[in-house]
């Protein structure tokens, strides 16, 4: 039977502050996992002028944050949040391989593995035991770990679902920023415009069934293969 998550758990307002705050803590920038190394492909796509200015890259990020992190990542994050919950790390770990066998390049592949192990030794340092065993794994992505410290932090599904899409997409504004390059005004309009879309691309996640998760955004990978031989390049491949 196909699994589709509930509809229940959808709330982005923490009631205890020490969660709100736990929650900051996962998605912060401070947090010293080494995600703005990475564009995911947005170096490659102002390389080749398929985002040149603020509206174009708003559609890149936009675009990717509804068909790849949606519908790939969002629907296994949670499944993953409730794998821990339940104590099942066998789960997680055939939930997390799925989630990188879904990575269309090698790159990709790579910048999981890296901030999940890095997530893991973080979460270790912070008494986090379960952990430890996903520091060298090369099953580790980083959304197990982030959903493994959302489950020991109390936080609720929708809180964690919301949290890693806006760490996702702030991450992307701050790498359109010194690329395109913008503006800090015109990251700020991006942002703003990315918060009126995340709740819905949020509630549309939690409708996907097991066999409709994956991605439809085929020039990502394009230029994360591309990315992996680029010339002259800020960010990692």
């Known amino acids: 039977m196909e699994h589709i998550l509930p509809a229940g758990g959808s709330s982005i307002t923490p ?15 401070a947090l010293p996992i080494g995600a703005f190394h990475f564009s995911q492909g947005l170096e490659y796509a102002v390389e080749a002028g398929w985002v040149g200015n603020e509206e174009t890259a708003g559609e890149w990020i ?3 944050a509804a068909h790849s992190v949606g519908t790939l990542d969002l629907p296994l994050l949670i499944r993953m ?5 339940r104590a099942d790390e066998d789960a997680v770990r055939q939930l997390s391989r799925r989630l990188l066998a879904a990575r269309e390049s090698a790159e990709q592949r790579a910048e ?3 901030l999940g192990a890095a997530l893991a030794r973080i979460l270790g340092e912070l008494g986090i035991a379960a952990a430890a065993a996903w520091q060298h794994s090369a099953d580790a992505s980083y959304a197990a770990l982030f959903a493994l410290a959302a ?14 899409l806006w760490a996702w997409c702030e991450n992307q504004v701050l790498a359109a920023i010194k690329l395109v390059p913008l503006g800090q005004t015109a990251g700020q309009r991006l942002l703003d415009r990315l918060i009126g879309e995340i709740p819905s691309i949020v509630a549309r996640s ?7 998760i994956g991605v439809a955004s085929p020039m990502q990978g394009i230029a994360c293969a591309l990315h992996e ?3 002259s390049r800020l960010f990692r491949s």
């Open 151 to 164: 489950s020991a932090w109390h936080i609720g599904p929708g809180e964690t679902s919301h949290g890693y």
């Open 81 to 85: 949040h409730e794998a821990w919950l």
């Open 15 to 29: 009631t205890d502050p020490a969660t709100l705050l736990r929650l900051l803590q996962l998605v912060s920038p």
């Open 206 to 212: 939690r409708q996907i069934g097991d066999d409709a």
């Open 62 to 64: 936009g675009g990717l």
């Open 229 to 231: 031989t680029q010339y």
């Open 112 to 114: 999981d593995r890296h």
